[in-house]
């Protein structure tokens, strides 16, 4: 009992519980700020700068949250009534509270894809056309990782073949890249390359990379300046915000390469876990620091009950899924300490 309320837990439920080290507490210590609604914070200034040249745009934009950014994103990209192209599984559809509706009044047009990739074929197909009572189609958005199909990597080709069909189409390309470093360094493919195939592209610093709070967007100047006043009207205009931009920058110069290393843990436990066959999982489909399973034999709330008093936290992912999330308040030991909780626990 007393182990089990002293000892740290493994937490695999996000990413996103990461905590800022000590030596990036110390970017924030010395961070130089300034009130950024008049746009005087010079390390805001500077995130901004340095985010717009790793992508490839015009502009940037430092915003509270990865939900924050995506939105920002769609009221830029369309007006009210327009219809907006998303994956079935996407995060935008799933995890946003419907804000497309609220915040833009747009209708979200779901199309069903493999591991997240949706084909141009069945994209062709959902672009309305132009009868007067179709919504117009004027922005498609796609999530590389993808989240609930398990971290995977949307192929670049895809992306490329999605953006020349949206080009044809006159419509705009959002990428929610929540996670796009780790597909980056999985693949040697760098953000501009990513980036030079849509319009604009948002990405979080508060989960992988261990920042405490923070995402940018990315994309042409007027777009970004939409996007500013939006984020205005939506209050998230923030002041001496260089004490977040500090993190971020921090995490930028410090915290990508390593993202690596998380792929290769959750591909480590996925191997691992595979073994037992109670457990139900493609450990092909793990790319990155997203494992999804299923396991026999028990409901799902009572397995994530039983990991939990082991001290193993991990979350529920889409419909049966169990989700384990790998980063860098994770060590290998505690991968394979992992590993062998779930193995023996099933
Ligand atoms: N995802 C969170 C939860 O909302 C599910 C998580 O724990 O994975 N895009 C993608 C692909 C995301 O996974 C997330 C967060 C967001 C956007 C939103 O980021 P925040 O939480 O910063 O608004």
């Known amino acids: ?150 971290g995977t990597i949307q192929p670049i080709k895809n992306i490329k073949e999605i953006y020349s069909l949206a080009k044809e189409n006159k419509i705009k390309l959002h990428i929610d890249g929540a996670r796009i470093f780790n597909a980056s360094v999985e693949t040697g493919i760098s953000l501009k390359e990513y980036a030079q195939y849509c319009d604009s592209i948002s990405f979080c610093f ?21 996007a500013h006043k939006w984020r205005k009207i939506l209050g998230g205009g923030m002041r001496q915000s260089g004490i977040l931009a500090a993190a971020a920058l921090y995490a930028l110069e410090n915290n990508v390469k390593r993202l690596k290393e998380d792929n290769d843990n959750a591909k480590y436990f996925a191997k691992e876990i595979s073994a037992n066959p109670n457990i139900i999982i493609d450990t092909d489909s793990v790319h990155t620091n997203i494992v999804v399973f299923q396991i026999k034999g028990m409901p799902k709330d009572t397995f994530l009950q039983k990991m939990n008093e082991k001290n193993l936290l991990l979350s529920s992912g889409s419909y049966s899924n169990i989700r384990a999330v790998f980063h860098l308040d994770v060590s290998k030991e505690e991968t394979i300490k992992a590993a062998e909780i779930i193995v023996n626990g099933v």
Do not use: W
């Open 206 to 226: 508060s989960k992988g990379l261990g920042a405490p709070v923070g995402s940018i967007l990315c994309g042409d100047s007027e777009f970004i300046t939409i």
């Open 1 to 150: 009992m007393f182990n089990q309320i002293y000892m740290k837990p493994i937490d695999l439920r996000s990413d996103t519980v990461t905590k800022p080290s000590k030596a990036m507490r110390e970017a924030i210590f010395n961070a130089e700020v300034g009130d950024d609604v008049f746009g005087e914070d010079p390390t805001v200034i500077k995130l901004q700068q340095k985010c717009a040249e790793l992508s490839g745009k015009e502009a940037s934009l430092f915003v509270t949250t990865g939900c924050l950014g995506n939105q920002l994103a769609i009221k830029g990209h369309t007006i009210q009534g327009d219809e907006v192209i998303c994956e079935s599984e996407a995060h935008i559809f799933h995890y946003e509270t419907s804000a497309p509706s609220v915040i833009s009044n747009v209708q979200l047009h779901t199309v069903p894809g493999t591991k997240g990739e949706m084909k141009p074929e069945d994209i062709k197909t959902a672009i309305r056309s132009g009868e007067y009572y179709f919504p117009k189609t004027r922005l498609i958005c796609l999530e590389n990782t993808h989240n609930r199909a398990g």
